[in-house]
Structure formats: structure tokens, C-alpha cells
């Protein structure tokens, strides 16, 4: 698990703190819901919108690696197939990461939507 953030290059810091805010929505809409606050539909909203910047950031890492494995494949005199595929490999990392946290972050957000519309029907 450690070189798979390590593989993700200068994009790791910003993907695992959108991750963070990302988490931190979710658990801030948790307890408005299940504490029986209600929720705005701007806290609930709020996990979607967390979870896209986290599949954006995963596509611009991807990217600036494709960018960097360029250069160093323009800088090799020959350039050989592992040389290439790793430099997508590592590019494409970020992406599989951010895509994973819209995942969660949809299935977090089905969750805590099927939660409040049945605390709405009961009321």
C-alpha cells in the first residue's frame, strides 16, 4: 500500500487531503442525520461534491504524469517498453485512487440519502 502513494507522485498531498475533507463530510453529515438534526441538502450534497474534486485531481495527476513520462521518454535515447508503461502505470495510479473516492463518496451519499428520506417518512 506504501508504493502505491508513493507511485502517485506530486499529486498524493492534494488527493489525500480532498480525501480528508472528503471523509470529514461524510462524517459531519452522518451525525446531522443520524442525531436526528436534519440535514440541509447542502450537507448531503456537500459529499458529492468532495468526492468529484477528489476523481478530478485523480484525472489531472494522470495528467501531469503522462507530462513527466514524456519528458523522460524524450530524454532517453531509446526508449524502452518498460520505460513507457511504467510511466503510465504510475500516471494512472492517481487516477484509480480518485475514482475510487467518487466511489465511496457516491455510495456514502446513497446511504445517508436513503437514511433521511425514511427519518422524513416517519415524521
Known amino acids: ?43 448531503l450534497h456537500a459529499v458529492l461534491v ?7 485531481l485523480g484525472v489531472l495527476g494522470t495528467v501531469v504524469g503522462i507530462s513527466f513520462a514524456a519528458g523522460a521518454i524524450e530524454v532517453a535515447s531509446t526508449a524502452s517498453p518498460g520505460l513507457i508503461w511504467g510511466g503510465m502505470r504510475v500516471a494512472l495510479t492517481t487516477t484509480v485512487f480518485g475514482l475510487l473516492l ?3 463518496a457516491v455510495l456514502a451519499w446513497l446511504g445517508l440519502y436513503f437514511v433521511r428520506g425514511r427519518q422524513a417518512r416517519e415524521a
Open 102 to 104: 467518487l466511489t465511496l
Open 50 to 56: 468532495w468526492g468529484a474534486l477528489c476523481a478530478l
Open 1 to 43: 500500500m506504501g508504493t502505491f502513494f508513493a507511485e502517485m507522485g506530486v499529486m498524493r498531498w492534494p488527493l489525500l487531503l480532498a480525501m480528508v475533507f472528503m471523509f470529514l463530510q461524510i462524517g459531519r453529515a452522518t451525525w446531522r442525520i443520524l442525531g436526528g438534526k436534519g440535514s440541509d441538502a447542502m450537507t
